[in-house]
């Protein structure tokens, strides 16, 4: 019993060393300065910027509705530019989904030189800087961009689209961007798919839009609501992408975050915000994992 003791203790002792760069790492890095954030949105603006250490609720007032009318006000306008950023974020998920989804089945179905040819080509944006390709995406969609100049020449229109600075070119620039996180959670899902339960679907009886949704879509969940996830966080709090492609006409709660803390340095309303984000991040985190806890139980339930 001693000696099963000891084994046991170094096995704990090797795995707090093994655990212990990465604790570390997201304590310095990640929970220190989130628990600076959630301390600076309950404290009271500065005159000049900065922050007085007086204990003030009215940020959250401001965007949630408890506003004292006096010092602070409530606006709608919060409100709207957040559920806009929830509706834009939503839209870059659905259509990433959409493109992501088939071009997993045909790069998986692929000899191997090839495959690992296209997954070079997926990967192949981060080698060059966000800001340029942005600002590529100017030069495409602006009315005398290639895509106008495309809609032109083959007669589907007869002036030049307004495209540029408006939420569909922020949704377009949001979509490429988050394509490469998208696809390979999906790809991941894709590749592991049993063929032989295809064929058994098949040998059954079943269409293929029947085996589409009962085989493939439960099979590949993991990998869609993975992407998803993926892509959905740093798209409700993005703020690169519509400040190149939305101009001044299209507001995130990202960029509001943005102004906030430069240019109107109001640390603590700021602050409010992001965590007013990282809440609803966790909302959604959480609906999802007990969604998936829940499917488990079913499952073994109905293994037993």
């Known amino acids: 019993m001693a000696r099963i003791g000891k084994i046991t203790l170094r096995r704990r002792v090797a795995l707090a060393g093994l655990l212990a760069p990465v604790t570390i790492f997201l304590g310095i890095f990640f929970l220190a300065p989130l628990g600076l954030m959630a301390v600076y949105s309950l404290l009271e603006p500065g005159l000049y910027g900065g922050v007085e250490w007086n204990y003030y609720h009215w940020n959250y007032g401001r965007i949630l509705g408890w506003a004292d009318g006096l010092m602070e006000e409530f606006d709608l306008v919060y409100l709207y530019i957040f559920m806009k950023s929830l509706k834009l974020a939503f839209l870059t998920v659905v259509i990433s989904l959409v493109l992501c989804y088939p071009v997993a089945f045909w790069v998986s179905r692929l000899p191997d030189r090839r495959k690992t040819f296209f997954l ?7 080698f060059a800087s966000l800001i340029v390709r942005l600002y590529a995406w100017i030069l495409i969609l602006r009315p005398s961009g290639a895509f106008n100049h495309l809609l032109l020449a083959i007669g589907l229109i007869d002036k030049p689209l307004d495209i540029i600075f408006t939420e569909n070119a922020v949704v377009t620039g949001m979509v ?81 975050v ?26 959604f985190l959480l609906i999802y994992v007990s969604v998936t806890l829940r499917r488990d139980d079913q499952d073994q339930g109905l293994n037993i």
């Open 176 to 256: 490429y961007v988050m394509v490469p996180f998208m696809f390979l959670p999906l790809y991941a899902s894709v590749e592991k798919l049993d063929k032989s339960l295809l064929e058994a679907s098949h040998d059954l009886g079943a269409t293929r839009v029947q085996t589409f949704f009962k085989v493939i879509v439960p099979l590949t969940m993991p990998g869609i609501v993975g992407g998803s996830i993926i892509v959905f966080i740093p798209s409700l709090g993005n703020f690169v992408v519509p400040d190149v492609l939305g101009g001044a006409k299209v507001m995130m709660v990202g960029n509001l």
């Open 120 to 126: 070079f080509l997926i990967t192949l944006p981060f």
């Open 258 to 283: 943005e102004q906030q803390f430069l240019y109107a340095r109001n640390w603590p309303f700021g602050a409010a915000l992001s965590m007013i984000i990282m809440a609803t991040v966790l909302v």
